[in-house]
Each structure stands twice: as structure tokens, then as C-alpha cells.
């Protein structure tokens, strides 16, 4: 029972992930930032969707940082300071098809107050 509430989960997940991502798109100027996050760990990476390549990256593992509200703020933080550091001011938000709520608002409330746009 336990296999077929996660395989409906993730079934969900990928649908909401499919349907969000068809409709940005990220270049270099607008970079598409898309979250990762495990039961233990938060990624983010900027991501310029025309030659495929990661402009900036920031790893909660590294950091040594859970995922919690309050260790995504300073997650955010330290991805703002990668994006400003490649004078990235603006991005679009790829929320990878996570509910927009708890550590992935947070992490995106969090940017915002350091400066970065959506």
C-alpha cells in the first residue's frame, strides 16, 4: 500500500513538473533557477536553457545545512551572492514541482529580500 501512495506522489510530482517547466524557459539575460530538495538536503542552480549550462550553483549539502525554513534563507542568501556575482538580478523561478509552500516559498521569499527578481 505504502508503494502505491508514493508511486501516485511521484506520479503527481512529475505531472505538475511537466506542466510548470513547458512554460519557462530560462536564457542567459533570464536564467531559469530551479530547487531540489530531498528529505535532507536543498539545491538550487541557475540554469541558461539555450547552451545548457549552469551560470550559478548552491549546494545546502556543502553548506551543511537541513531542510528547514531557516537554513533555506541563508541557502537563498548564498545563492543571491552567486547570482550576484555574475550580475544576475533577474530570473524565472522554476519551482520544479514542489507545492509553493514551506522551504520552497521560503527559499523564494528569501531571494526576494536579497534582491533578486522575479
Known amino acids: 500500500?505504502?508503494?502505491?501512495?508514493?508511486?501516485?506522489?511521484?506520479?503527481?510530482?512529475?505531472?505538475r513538473k511537466a506542466r510548470v517547466r513547458g512554460k519557462i524557459f530560462g536564457t542567459d539575460t533570464l536564467p531559469r533557477l530551479t530547487v531540489f530538495k530531498s528529505n535532507k538536503h536543498f539545491y538550487a542552480q541557475a540554469i541558461n536553457d539555450t547552451t545548457g549550462v549552469t551560470l550559478a550553483s548552491v549546494d545546502g549539502r556543502k553548506l551543511g545545512l537541513k531542510v528547514n525554513q531557516e537554513d533555506v534563507k541563508t541557502v537563498a542568501a548564498e545563492m543571491a551572492k552567486n547570482l550576484a556575482s555574475k550580475n544576475i538580478e533577474t530570473v524565472v523561478f522554476d519551482r520544479n514541482g514542489y507545492l509553493y509552500h514551506g522551504v520552497v516559498a521560503s527559499f523564494a521569499d528569501a531571494l526576494r529580500e536579497a534582491g533578486i527578481k522575479f
Open 1 to 15: 500500500m505504502l508503494k502505491s501512495i508514493q508511486k501516485r506522489k511521484n506520479k503527481l510530482r512529475a505531472q
